[in-house]
């Protein structure tokens, strides 16, 4: 589909590029297809090595904002100058020192700093904003938008979702044009706190199929029976709280010695020297196998020769916790089956006993009683992924997303959308 768009939007980001974040890249990769003309503004600096593929499909000008105000403190002075002659500028203070009286700390600070830079070196063409994330993005979104009197919108995602505190969510959703997020619990959660509900729209972010590889045709019919081809159980993911790795390896521990596996685990995250301390308690760090960050090739091949996908999510100490995580369903892609958690949204994708095995989040029994159950049952695996595979293809678009997406960038209005995507959109958030 092309859409003619001549609106050019300036994308607010935490970070660019992430290895950790592929469907914000994979969003706008596909909005820059639909024809939409943007530039990226990042927080900060890359800290990843690697890039993925998608990365280098996005053609937008990329600007470092400074990360502390510290680093660059003539860029911010300068920006400060220019900023005040806007004629937003009045409003846009009021807004912050209203934030900074509820939330006095550095990093609000730091918001500001940012928003009056962004403000004053955003080039005359840019006629709206968007950010991705609810959080510290939209923060600096807002005060930018007041500054220059542009709209901005908004993506949420997870963490910023449930760990920001509900009058700054009220409070952007009222200046916000409209919102997007990924789940049907998280829709429902902005909507208890949003002033205006109707601004708010569930899309999923699916898979864009055309770019990733295909999946293997076959797979091992591996039963854990056999010392020497061992059942490979893989996880992706961050290694912090809410991913629940320490429940997963607590879990592997439980397994019945009869049965032969090995674990790999792709990803970073500040708990991993925590992990491997906890793996070699429990006697299975010989089993375990972690590869760190790594690009998507690498990823996709660590899909491909495991047999078994599982993800122990649960909600963290201080409330975050998962959407709908992406890896779900490109484990799906690849046609392996899952063993997840009902934590957040994830029942949305997975069905019990459907199109994989889900447990109670934070039970560790629960976890070894499912994955013993598939690393002994590769027929029962094969069925998983089967119907997994499906329900990703039929229910979960990448298309309508970034379809709605670019037309709203556009400036075509909210109700201007295909009549296929309002009913696609509607059905969802009925869900």
Not at 5 to 22: F, H, M, N, Q, Y
């Amino acid at each position: 589909m092309s859409v003619e768009i001549g609106a050019r939007v300036a994308v607010v980001l935490k970070g660019w590029p992430r290895l950790s974040e592929t469907f914000i890249a994979q969003e706008i990769a596909g909005l820059e297809a639909r024809g939409v003309a943007l530039e990226i503004w990042s927080l900060r600096r890359p800290t990843d090595k690697a890039r993925h593929p998608v990365h280098d499909r996005v053609a937008g000008r990329v600007v470092y904002l400074p990360e502390y105000l510290k680093d660059d403190p003539r860029r911010v002075f300068e920006g400060w100058r220019q900023a005040r002659r806007l004629p937003g500028y009045a409003l846009a203070r009021r807004k912050f020192l209203a934030d900074l009286r509820r939330d006095p700390t550095a990093n609000r600070v730091r918001r500001w700093g940012q928003a009056l830079v962004l403000a004053a070196e955003l080039p005359a063409s840019i006629d709206r904003l968007y950010a991705h994330f609810l959080h510290t993005p939209a923060s600096v979104t807002r005060y930018a938008a007041a500054l220059r009197g542009l709209p901005w919108s908004v993506s949420a995602h997870a963490k910023d979702i449930w760990t920001s505190a509900p009058w700054e969510i009220s409070e952007k959703l009222e200046d916000a044009a409209w919102l997007v997020t990924c789940t049907g619990v998280g829709l429902q959660r902005l909507k208890e706190l949003a002033p205006h509900p109707e601004r708010l729209r569930l899309a999923y972010h699916g898979l864009d199929f055309a770019h990733l590889p295909p999946p293997p045709p076959a797979r091992p019919r591996r039963d854990g029976r056999d010392a020497a081809d061992p059942v490979v159980i893989l996880s992706i993911g961050r290694k912090v709280e809410k991913k629940g790795y320490g429940d997963l390896l607590q879990a592997l521990a439980k397994l019945p010695p009869e049965l032969h596996w090995r674990f790999e685990h792709v990803g970073a995250g500040e708990l991993s020297e925590t992990l491997k301390t906890q793996a070699a308690a429990l006697g299975i760090a010989h089993r375990c196998i972690w590869h760190g960050a790594q690009p998507q090739k690498a990823v996709f091949a660590a899909l491909v020769r495991a047999d078994l996908f599982v993800l122990a999510s649960k909600r963290a100490a201080d409330g975050d916790q998962d959407g709908l995580p992406n890896v779900l369903m490109e484990a799906a892609h690849q046609g392996l089956p899952l063993v997840s958690t009902r934590a957040a949204a994830i029942g949305e994708f997975i069905e019990d006993d459907v199109n994989g095995l889900l447990v109670a989040p934070g039970a560790p029994d629960e976890l070894t009683q499912a994955l013993a159950r598939a690393v002994g049952d590769p027929e029962l695996r094969a069925r998983h992924a089967a119907r997994a595979g499906e329900i990703l293809r039929t229910r979960f678009s990448f298309e309508d997303g970034v379809d709605w997406i670019a037309n709203a960038l556009g400036g075509r209005g909210m109700d201007q959308q295909r009549p296929s995507q309002k009913r696609t959109l509607a059905a969802r958030a009925a869900e």
